[in-house]
C-alpha cells in the first residue's frame, strides 16, 4: 500500500511538471491568482490549497527598512490590479503612484467639512473599505490622543496577529491603521477618530503605517503632506480606500487619493500592506518572520 500511494503521488507530480512546464513559467510571477493563473489553479487541484491558505516566505530581510519592489508587488495580484487601474507605477521607495498621480477628487467645493467611512461583513467580521472627507484647518486636532480622550485602547480589528521584538526598524508587525487620521480629522465634531472605531481602523503592517520619509513612502508620509496643507489654510478632499483581494480579511493595501483646492497638493498612490522580513496570509491575518 505504501509503494501504490508514494508511486500515485510519484505520477502526480510527474503530471503537474508536464503541465506547467507547457503552459509556460511567465505565469508564476506577480499573477498567482488562482482564479485567472492557470498555473495556480492546477498546482490547488493538486495540493488542495489555495494561494491564499499557503503563502511561501517571501525572501524579504527586516535589514530592509524600506520594501524593495519585489516585496511591494507581491500584493498585485490580477484582483488588486484590477481595483487600481492600468497606471501602476513603483516609487521607489515601497509604495506605487496610480494614474500619474492625478485624481478626480474635487474639493474646491461649497460644502462644509466631512468625513464618512464605509465598511463590509468579512469572514463574519466588520472591516472598513471606503473613507471619504473634506478637510479644512477647522479639522485639524493638534491636542495628543491623552488630552482628547482618545488614547490606549485593547480593542483590536479584523486580522489582528501582533509579533514583538522584531529585528529592522520596525520592532513589532502590526498597528490599528486608521483610513483617516487623528491628526487631520480629530477636530471634526461627531466624528470618532479613535483608534478603537472599527468603522475606520483596520490591521495595517508597521511599515506601511509609519513611514514617513521621502525615500520610505508610508501613509504617514502623505498624512504629513496633508497636514501641512491644512496647516496653510486649504481645504482637501481626500479619499482612502482599503484594496482587498477577495474574501481575505487583511486588506493588500491603501489607496490614499488626495487634492486641495487650490490645486497645489495632489497626490493618488497604493501603500501595499506589506513589511520587509515578514511574510503575511492575507486571509487569515496571520504574520511569520522570515527565516
Sequence with gaps: MVQMKSGKKAKSTLSLIAVLAS??????????DSASNPVQAIISQVTGQTNNQSLTNNGSKASESTPTESLARSVLTPAVKKQLGTKIKFNGAGAFIINDNKTSLEADVASLPYATNQTKK?????????????????????????????GSTSWKPAGWNQLYDLAGEYSHAVDRGHLLGYAITGGLKGFDASASNPENIATQAAWANQA??????GQNYYETLIRRALDNNKRVRYRVTLIYDGNNILASGSHLEAKSSDGSLEFNVFIPNVQSGLTFNYQTGQVSVNS
Excluded: F, H, I
Design 212 to 217: 514617513d520619509t521621502a525615500d520610505s513612502t
Design 122 to 150: 468579512v469572514q463574519g467580521k466588520t472591516v472598513p473599505t471606503v473613507a471619504n472627507a473634506l478637510l479644512s484647518r477647522a479639522t485639524r486636532q493638534y491636542k495628543n490622543r491623552e488630552e482628547t480622550g482618545n
Design 23 to 32: 503552459l509556460g513559467l511567465g505565469y508564476l510571477g506577480v499573477n498567482t
